[in-house]
Structure formats: structure tokens, C-alpha cells
T-cell receptor, first 110, second 115 residues
Framework: QKEVEQNSGPLSVPEGAIASLNCTYS??????FFWYRQYSGKSPELIMS????GDKEDGRFTAQLNKASQYVSLLIRDSQPSDSATYLC??????????FGAGTQVVVTP | EADIYQTPRYLVIGTGKKITLECSQT?????MYWYQQDPGMELHLIHY???????EKGDLSSESTVSRIRTEHFPLTLESARPSHTSQYLC??????????????FGEGSWLTVV
């Protein structure tokens, strides 16, 4: 079992709709959670970080964390073609080591 | 915006050549990393450093070596490049310590092609 699991996709989302991305992790002691966006051929860039249970909103992005279920998600509202990218979930485990998921590819269709 | 720079951005080199990928950051971060990523595939940590004179191997075995003589500089060297080394190499950095805000910031990457 991988330490951080994501559906690889592609997740096809109509323009203007909500994209919902999921991530589960195995280390129950994890405290820090990050979502990165990576365009094809580019390096990952940080979108959101979340540390406490609940929702955290930043513009069109909302991160949701449920430590009891070991689950973190990212919602993208009003999806735009520019949101088409691979989204990487990263989890900092109890040993302080950051683990990346394999990423979910999102394709926003006009 | 992160201030972490990688050179060269793109390199095509022949088999057997020695190459060094440069990485510098101006944020004063103690911790630095090298990741390897093939197109469409996941990130693999190959080296990291906690600070000057500290280097550690990552999760993925790599024939490359690294050095950390200065805080801001973390070069990666391949003594004899092979086609199997063709990949994107991403340098990153973060603050040291176990604070929850220790975000990793990435450079723009170095694309290496060995022919």
C-alpha cells in the first residue's frame, strides 16, 4: 500500500463545474497536508496547505481534511480550462518526511 | 514566489559524459531536495540535505551524487551519463524543523536527455 494514494484520472470536468479530487494517506500521525498543481512539463507549484480538520478556502479552491478518516480533498469551483493540470497531494508524516501521491490529472472541457 | 533556480533547464548530452545540474536558492532554507520525475509519472525523492555538509539518499536509488558546501547551493552530479538517466530533475527547498508551515518550494526543473 502506498503512503499517499490518489486516483490517477483523468478527471474530466465541464467548464464552470466543480472538480473534486481525493487523497488518502496511511500515516495516522500526519499533521501537514499540501496540494500542488503541476502543468505538463513544468514543476509543481503550491496551491493550498491545510493542517486542521475541516475546510480551508482560497479563492476557487477549497481543501477539506478529515484526520479520523485519513482523507484530504481538493475542490475546484467554477473550473476553467487553465485548471487542466495534474494535482499532487503531499502529506508530511509523523517522521517529518513529505510523501507525494502520484497525482490526479484534471481535464477541463469547454 | 519561491526563489530557487536550476541550470541548465535543458541539456542533451552523450553517453559517458559527466554532468552537473546546478541548484541555488536565495531563501536561506536549510533543507534542500532533488526529485526525479519521468513524463507523466510520479515524483521520486533521490537526494536531500539538512544543511551544509549533510547529504542523504532518498527513496529512489540513483547513480547521481550531491554535495552541500554552501547553504544556498545543492548541485547534482552524474559521473557517467546513460540513456536511462534521461528524465526531469527537480530541485526543491524548505525550512528546517518540524513546523507545520514547512512548505517545499520547487525550482523550474532540469530536463536531461542522454543520447
Amino acid at each position: 500500500q502506498k503512503e499517499v494514494e490518489q486516483n490517477s484520472g483523468p478527471l474530466s470536468v465541464p467548464e464552470g463545474a466543480i472538480a473534486s479530487l481525493n487523497c488518502t494517506y496511511s500515516d495516522r500521525g500526519s499533521q501537514s497536508f499540501f496540494w500542488y498543481r503541476q502543468y505538463s512539463g513544468k514543476s509543481p507549484e503550491l496551491i493550498m496547505s491545510i493542517y486542521s480538520n475541516g475546510d480551508k478556502e482560497d479563492g476557487r479552491f477549497t481543501a477539506q481534511l478529515n484526520k479520523a478518516s485519513q482523507y484530504v480533498s481538493l475542490l475546484i469551483r467554477d473550473s476553467q480550462p487553465s485548471d487542466s493540470a495534474t494535482y499532487l497531494c503531499a502529506v508530511k508524516g509523523s517522521w517529518g518526511k513529505l510523501q507525494f501521491g502520484a497525482g490526479t490529472q484534471v481535464v477541463v472541457t469547454p | 514566489e519561491a526563489d530557487i533556480y536550476q541550470t541548465p533547464r535543458y541539456l542533451v548530452i552523450g553517453t559517458g559524459k559527466k554532468i552537473t545540474l546546478e541548484c541555488s536558492q536565495t531563501m536561506g532554507h536549510d533543507k534542500m531536495y532533488w526529485y526525479q520525475q519521468d513524463p507523466g509519472m510520479e515524483l521520486h525523492l533521490i537526494h536531500y540535505s539538512y544543511g551544509v555538509n549533510s547529504t542523504e539518499k532518498g527513496d529512489l536509488s540513483s547513480e547521481s551524487t550531491v554535495s552541500r558546501i554552501r547553504t544556498e547551493h545543492f548541485p547534482l552530479t552524474l559521473e557517467s551519463a546513460r540513456p536511462s538517466h534521461t528524465s526531469q530533475y527537480l530541485c526543491a527547498s524548505s525550512e528546517l524543523g518540524d513546523k507545520t508551515g514547512n512548505t517545499i518550494y520547487f525550482g523550474e526543473g532540469s530536463w536531461l536527455t542522454v543520447v
